[in-house]
Structures are given as structure tokens and as C-alpha cells.
């Protein structure tokens, strides 16, 4: 065992039990439906609503995150972040996770404790309670899954294929904030590389690299909706970048696309960021990704809704499916067709 | 993109929308709780009794399983059963899983291809729908975490706490013979490691690598106890090794536990191979781990019911906590403190 207070302890000294038994102290049960937690075969959910929502992510070292720059208190707060998104991107509360992490034998105890620290902190900001999971060693990289558990009733939740032709085309936030964080990072990244002195040089920074390293999913949004009656005809969250979603949402309505560039919101640090890095801030929000706004349409009779709050933005509007999906350019008032973009980490 | 039928297609080919469209498209539901599946933010559970049920696993590649010896049908297969075992640990019929799996940039579809395949064969068999998840490349190694869920009304749930002093302690099948499977894999492994012209001898030993390597989970022993109208008092699926098991429930439901050495169920390979390769057969079964029966309690009045059943084995018996856990060892009637064995992988 060890001994030294300030040493960090190898994961091997305490043994699964020991492992789990420490992580899991912590946790708070705060939700009147978790009837079991950790602890037993299985947890234990009351089902209080008609529906059960449930959404699984998965983040990969190497691939969704680097831990050369990437602190590891954030990191188990945006795996937990990504995935509530999609529950709220249903209209749902999220009420549960279940927490799967594989991690390198050479990360010590404290560090494992870092990531789950940033878990607790992202369930207790957001309401949710910790409700089982798996720790294990790994002879690679880290890696985190987490599931995401809501309740709804039949009428209130919200798919991706409800959009109807004349809907509002609407986003929460400023879209390509993550994107040019993650360039940021990573222009860093290679300035560290070629030499170790130089320090990374973030001024300025301070939003951008917050989006893509603690970035926020959209409870308000959900909040809005309940507050003002409005339940949108469709909805999903934005991880792949703008254009792929739109295209998603376009595909599951049966309907097509028309947004407007000059509409698409963006932070000016995310357009002084993308110029400096000789970037298209546009292409940065339809492209880049990460940036977990949700999208939906709404029955133009919303209007005025809509527009009164400072969080949202009408970028378009749903048209037939024969029109296909575009963007019309600032200026020209040309037809953009928008094409899809997955992962190709 | 690759167009020669006979040569395996990359990853990166398909992109990853193609990809999951491909690996979904054999998806079929059968439950009628299954109101919506893949394709869509999060999925839909209909929540037709008042507990949902949830539990997690996940498989590591190097720590939990290794390529060499495994195929990638039996792996998927595998990763399911393990989690489904969870759930009828708590007398409970899993009905639904999301899988998420992270596969290295070496593999090709069609390898990704036969790891569905086994998932699909297994909630064929199970009965159980898939219904979301995530694919994700890794510059390491492949890893699969399921979640499994099911419902129950709340009286039929068994918790590894309501184990009751005088409480016949029983197990389904028998043990040990993963474990001894997993030798004889390995000794073929290091045998080829040394001279790869020497083709593996796995002579009658068909039961014990089947338990390794396609295990299955214990859905008969629900059935089972439903037909007959009995509620086990405590229960633990045999994951880690019985001894280890054994502890968690006596600590569980604060009690003591007696069981008898010549009564631990073990097959006849079973004990020929490990008298083959030095070990005590007793010994694999109490740590050996991965056997995926069912371990559980019920008050004496069962006796007879359980006695007729050729799966099941009545082991020994609850005593008060502070009589502690042990086994009576054979022959000299001498006590054996049980002591516990996590991973140590």
C-alpha cells in the first residue's frame, strides 16, 4: 500500500471493491425515482412516467479526447454533458447515468478520482443521480460510456421527424465555439511539442476553450418549452456540426431545408478565433461540431415566442422535400447545398 | 471505396453514418415495450410495469478478452449475455440493451460485422431488442459496453439484501468451468506463441471452452421460480468467482454463510482438466470467476421444490453474521474462512 499522502496511489493498491467502495462514496442521491443505486446486480428506477428514454455515448482517448490538454475533472464532466444533451434534444429530463470507464493501469487512483469528480459535479448541476457502472483497468487508452435515463409522457417527447413544411428552423447558443477551441488546443499542442519551454498561449481564449472543454447541454431550452407550452415539432441536439443535423432532421421529417448564412449564430470570439487561424467561422459551425446546442422547428404561430428570447435564433424555415437542403449565402442570395459530414476523427 | 467482394472492407470506407446503417439494418424488434429504436437521439421504452431495471458492463480487449482465441461472433454474443445476467440476478426478464463499442482502425467492417452478428443471436435467443448505442474508433484496442435494461412489478424484484439466517444458499449449473476453459486457452496460446506450426489441442474439452467463451445467462432459472410461484429472498449472478459472490450477499443482508466443499456443483471436464493442469477444481470455483449462473437464498420451506430441480444445487446455508463465511472442507469437517477475490486481471 501506499503510504505517502502525496504520492499517487496505483489503481492496483485497492482492488476492484476498494476502487468501486472509493469512487462511489461520494455520490447523492437526489431523484424520488431511484429506488437502488450502486451496489447490487442491477439499479432500481420508479417508473412515474408512460416512457422510459434512454441514450448511450462513448468517448475514446486519442479520438474524442486528448489528455495532453484535456484536464481530467472536465473531461468526466463532458462525457456526462454529451449524453444528457440527447436526452434533453427528446424534450426529456434526464434523471440517471450509469458510468462505464476503462482506464490506463498507469493512472493513479487520484486521477480516476479527477474524472469523477467532474461526473458528480455535472450530476449535481444537472439534476441527475449516478445509478451504477463498471471501473476497469485498460492496457490502452481511457475510455468513458455513459448511459442517459429520462422519464416523459406520450405527448411531450419530441423525434427528429415531426418538422412540418412553413416550420421555424431554430438553434440555442452560438454554433462553432468548440470547433475553434479544438484548433486552438491543438495549434498549442504542436507549439508544445516542438519545444517544451515555450508556454501555450490561450489569452483571449477563455470562451472558446470552455465550449470545447466544458461544454454546457441545453436544460434551459427544456425549461422554455415547459414554461411557455410550446412543444416543437421536432428536435436534435448538435454534436456533428449544423449541416449534418439539419440533414438528419430533414431525412427523419420526410421535408427539406432552407437556412439563411447571415442568420447562423456565432460568438465573435469564435469569428476573431477562426479568422486568425485562416478558418471559414461559418464552415466552423456547419461543419465542426461539439458544440451541443439542440435544433428544432417549431409552427410559425411561435414566432414572436421565439424571437422575445435572447437564447434562441430562427435560422430558416422547413420547406418540401423536392426543394432538397440549402443555405442561402450572404450577399449573393445563392442556393448552398448543405451535405453531411460524420465523424472522420 | 472498396469494390473487390472478397477483400475486407476498412472502417473508414463507410464513414459513420454509413456504418451504423449497416450494422442496424438486421435490428429486429420483438417487444412490445419497444416504442422507438435506433435512429434518433435516445430511444423509447414504454413503461408498462413500475420499476425499470438497469445494469452496465463493459469488456475490454488485453484485460477481459484476447483476439487470438476469441472469435468476434462469440465475443458480441458474450458481451451481451454478461449483462443480461445482471438483470436476472434481480429476478427480473431483461427486455431491451445499448450497445456501445469502440473498435481500432484495423478492423474491418466485416470483422465489426460478425461482433453484431453475436449480439444479434443473443437478443434473438434472449428475447431482448437492441435499441441504441454508439460505434466509435479506437487507436487501441476494442472495447464493448452494453447496458441492459428490464421491468418489474415491485414485489418480484431480489435484492442481494434479503438473505434470511436458516436460508438454504443455492446455485444453478456448475462452476469452475470458464475458468478451467480459460487455462486450457492459454496454454495453447503460450504453445503457439513458441512454434506457430503446432495446431492448438483442445480434445474433450469442448464443454469447459464453450463456458469461456459463449457463456450463457440464466433466464431459465426465472422461469423457473416463476412457474413455481417462489421469490428467492436474496440473489447475485456468479460473475467473479462464488466465493466472492457468497460474501457480497452475506454483507449485503448482514449474515453469516455456511456452505459444504462436497457439495459444489463442478462437471466432470472440469475436473479432469484442472487435475491436468495442477489446480483444485474447489479453487476454480470459488475464484475462478465468469460462470454467469445464479447464486441465491430461499427460506427452507422450498427445500423439496428445489431439490427436484436437476439445475440447481442446495450448497449450504444462511447462519447469523457473526458466525462468519465458510465452507466445511471434505472429508475432515474442518471450517474454511471464504475470503474475496476481485479482479486482478
Known amino acids: 500500500m501506499n503510504d505517502n499522502p502525496n504520492e499517487p496511489t496505483p489503481l492496483n493498491d485497492l482492488g476492484e471493491f476498494g476502487l468501486i467502495d472509493r469512487l462511489t462514496s461520494k455520490i447523492e442521491l437526489k431523484n424520488s425515482t431511484t429506488e437502488l443505486g450502486v451496489g447490487d446486480d442491477a439499479a432500481l428506477i420508479k417508473n412515474e412516467k408512460a416512457l422510459t428514454v434512454v441514450s448511450t455515448d462513448l468517448l475514446v482517448e486519442g479520438v474524442h479526447f486528448d489528455l495532453l490538454y484535456t484536464p481530467l475533472k472536465h473531461l468526466g464532466y463532458k462525457a456526462v454533458v454529451v449524453n444528457l444533451s440527447d436526452i434533453y434534444a427528446m424534450n426529456v429530463m434526464p434523471q440517471h447515468i450509469t458510468v462505464s470507464i476503462a482506464v490506463s493501469n498507469r493512472m493513479s487512483v487520484e486521477a480516476l478520482e479527477e474524472i469523477y469528480e467532474g461526473i458528480n459535479l455535472a450530476c449535481e448541476f444537472y439534476g441527475v443521480d449516478l445509478i451504477g457502472g463498471d471501473t476497469t483497468s485498460s492496457l490502452s487508452g481511457t475510455m468513458i460510456s455513459i ?143 461539439e458544440d451541443y446546442e439542440l435544433l428544432f422547428t417549431v409552427p410559425l404561430e411561435y414566432h414572436e415566442t421565439i424571437k422575445k428570447d435572447p437564447l434562441l435564433t430562427i435560422i430558416g424555415h422547413v420547406t418540401d422535400k423536392a426543394s432538397g437542403n440549402h443555405m442561402v449565402a450572404t450577399g449573393t442570395e445563392s442556393l448552398i447545398e448543405l451535405t453531411a459530414q460524420g465523424w472522420q476523427h
Do not use: W
Request: glycine residues 8%.
Open 147 to 289: 448511459t442517459a435515463l429520462g422519464q416523459a409522457e406520450e405527448g411531450k417527447v419530441v423525434k427528429r421527424s415531426g418538422a412540418q413544411e412553413n416550420d421555424l428552423i431554430c438553434v440555442t447558443g452560438d454554433l462553432g465555439a468548440a470547433f475553434a477551441g479544438l484548433q486552438i488546443l491543438e495549434r498549442e499542442k504542436s507549439v508544445f511539442k516542438d519545444n517544451t519551454k515555450i508556454q501555450p498561449d490561450f489569452s483571449g481564449k477563455d470562451y472558446i476553450l470552455e465550449r470545447q472543454l466544458k461544454p454546457e447541454a441545453r436544460k434551459d431550452l427544456i425549461e422554455f418549452f415547459t414554461k411557455e407550452g410550446i412543444v416543437p415539432s421536432a428536435m436534435i441536439d448538435i454534436s456533428d456540426g449544423l449541416s449534418s443535423e439539419l440533414i438528419h432532421l430533414a431525412s427523419s421529417s420526410n421535408v427539406g431545408i432552407q437556412i439563411y448564412e447571415d442568420k447562423i449564430p456565432l460568438d465573435a470570439s469564435t469569428i476573431t478565433t477562426c479568422e486568425e487561424l485562416n478558418l471559414n467561422p461559418i464552415t466552423a459551425a456547419l461543419n465542426g461540431g
